[in-house]
């Protein structure tokens, strides 16, 4: 079973900056896009930046031209830069990966392998 290692997660002030990793532990093939997602207490969980194979980004509208998502080629990390932080970005952060995998018997489906979540706290 693959995991999706974070890092990079700890407490910063209104305005300041903080840079996520993820890491699959091994190799993911056949990879759709990974994503960041994140869940704050009380609330769903929600997509914040999703990256796609060709190279595609998409954005949740309040954090647009704040936080930027990039990675490794091809899939060997997945990063999420984080500038101009708010108190309203305070959540646990969540890496994603989409892949196709392969039923047994011929056929495919999409799945996902999830990491454990890095926590970001903003403070006014």
């Known amino acids: 079973q693959v995991q999706l290692v974070e890092s990079g997660g700890g407490f910063v002030q209104a305005g300041g900056s903080l840079r996520l990793s993820c890491t699959p532990s091994?190799?993911?093939?056949?990879?759709?896009?990974m994503a960041w997602y994140r869940q704050a207490p009380g609330k769903q969980r929600e997509l914040v930046a999703r990256?796609?194979?060709?190279?595609?980004?998409t954005y949740l509208d309040s954090v647009k031209g704040r936080l930027i998502i990039s990675r490794d080629a091809p899939w060997k990390a997945v990063y999420l830069q984080m500038n101009n932080l708010k108190p309203e970005d305070t959540a646990v952060y969540i890496c994603?990966?989409?892949?196709?995998?392969?039923?047994?018997?011929?056929?495919?489906?999409?799945?996902?392998?999830w990491g454990q979540g890095t926590q970001v706290n903003v403070s006014l």
């Open positions: 994603n990966a989409n892949f196709l995998a392969q039923y047994l018997g011929g056929g495919h489906y999409y799945d996902d392998y």
């Open positions: 091994e190799t993911i093939f056949r990879v759709n896009s």
């Open positions: 990256i796609a194979s060709g190279g595609t980004t």
